[in-house]
């Protein structure tokens, strides 16, 4: 799954994680991977959490684009989906797949509250989201 996690953002182009270079991204994929294996074994989420928290706090100070980041967490979500309607039963992969999206979603979460809190200390164009209440003044 993470070969397949790692030939998703490969297919992206140009970014952060092609200039991070190939045995940097797949660690981090496997960091993020583990880090699901261990949250859905200890229905936990909070330890997922916590490392979402801490990867936004590294991809932001590297200059990552917070879609960037999400695209991974996306690309490890597409590889697991294949996998378990390739190779679980049709009754298994609601339940399946309900749990995996609920512990990447949390991630995915904590991941843009960190990006946004952090934007709001320091302006990040990408982040900026006045034009979407441009003409809201008033209203």
Same mark, same amino acid.
């Given at each position: 799954?993470?070969?397949?996690?790692?030939?998703?953002? &490969?297919?992206?182009?140009?970014?952060? *994680?092609?200039?991070?270079?190939?045995?940097?991204?797949?660690? !981090?994929? @496997?960091? +993020?991977?583990?880090?699901?294996?261990?949250?859905?074994?200890?229905?936990? +989420? /909070?330890?997922?959490?916590?490392?979402?928290?801490?990867?936004?706090?590294? !991809?932001?100070?590297? /200059? *990552?684009?917070?879609?960037?980041? $999400?695209? &991974?967490?996306?690309?490890?979500? @597409?590889?697991?989906?294949? $996998? &378990?309607?390739?190779? +679980?039963?049709?009754?298994?992969?609601?339940?399946?797949?309900?749990?995996?999206?609920?512990?990447?979603?949390?991630?995915?979460?904590?991941?843009?509250?960190? *990006?946004?809190?952090?934007?709001?200390?320091?302006?990040?164009?990408?982040?900026? +989201?006045? &034009?979407?209440?441009?003409?809201?003044?008033?209203?």
């Amino acid at each position: 799954m993470v070969d397949a996690a790692e030939e998703a953002l &490969a297919r992206l182009g140009p970014g952060h *994680y092609q200039t991070a270079g190939e045995v940097e991204v797949r660690r !981090r994929l @496997e960091a +993020l991977f583990e880090q699901l294996l261990d949250s859905l074994a200890n229905h936990d +989420l /909070g330890p997922m959490i916590a490392f979402a928290q801490s990867v936004a706090e590294e !991809r932001f100070n590297a /200059g *990552y684009d917070l879609s960037e980041v $999400q695209t &991974a967490f996306n690309a490890v979500e @597409e590889a697991i989906w294949t $996998q &378990a309607v390739a190779m +679980l039963e049709p009754g298994q992969l609601a339940q399946t797949l309900g749990l995996v999206s609920t512990v990447l979603g949390c991630g995915k979460d904590a991941l843009a509250r960190t *990006y946004v809190s952090l934007a709001t200390r320091t302006h990040a164009p990408s982040l900026d +989201l006045r &034009a979407l209440f441009r003409g809201s003044e008033g209203a």
